[in-house]
């Protein structure tokens, strides 16, 4: 029922008619969501972030990529353009732009990592106590650095979470 009623409202139905006849309006009832389900894919409600120089965004659903230490989330930007065929005819072309959103477990701050200025700022400083990864990162390309995000996000994830278990059982 749930997914039933974002879905409507995603679709841009302005209020809806809830139990008891009540009216539900879509951006109260926006605010409150937090995460949802859709077709097997989970999204998650995040704040003040920038997916570019120009574009800021003050809260947007994304879908989660990887959650951990490092929560990364994957936003979806809407963009079209038109394309000139010939003088008479041009053809509109609608596309999603990507980019990646990190956020540190802990933390309020989101940060969009849309280019490798981005990702040296925010990302790296993220992971520096994890020396060999870091080392593994800048031996690499420079512009395999966004492609392979969702890679080493996990892999630090991976890597904190077996050092706590690892902890624990030295503990126990």
Do not use: C
């Not at 995603?10 to 969501?33: A, C, N, P, T």
């Not at 980019?99 to 701050?109: E, L, P």
């Not at 520096?128 to 966004?146: G, N, V």
């Amino acid at each position: 029922m749930r997914v039933l009623i974002v879905g409507l409202l995603l679709v841009g139905f302005s209020h809806l008619r809830g139990i008891g006849q009540e009216r539900i309006h879509h951006r109260k009832f926006k605010k409150q969501m937090s995460t949802l389900y859709s077709s097997g894919v989970k999204h998650a409600r995040i704040y003040d972030f920038n997916v570019s120089k120009f574009k800021h965004y003050s809260s947007e659903m994304a879908i989660i990529v990887d959650t951990g230490a490092i929560n990364l989330y994957s936003h979806n930007r809407p963009q079209s353009k038109i394309n000139m065929v010939n003088s008479i005819s041009t053809i509109p072309i609608n596309y999603d732009i990507v980019v990646y959103v990190v956020q540190k477990k802990g933390t309020s701050d989101y940060y969009g990592i849309y280019n490798i200025k981005q990702f040296k700022k925010y990302f790296l400083p993220m992971i520096k106590d994890q020396e060999k990864l870091i080392e593994e990162i800048l031996s690499i390309r420079k512009i395999d650095w966004l492609k392979n995000l969702a890679f080493f996000v996990s892999e630090y994830n991976s890597k904190i979470r077996n050092s706590r278990i690892r902890n624990y059982l030295i503990r126990n």
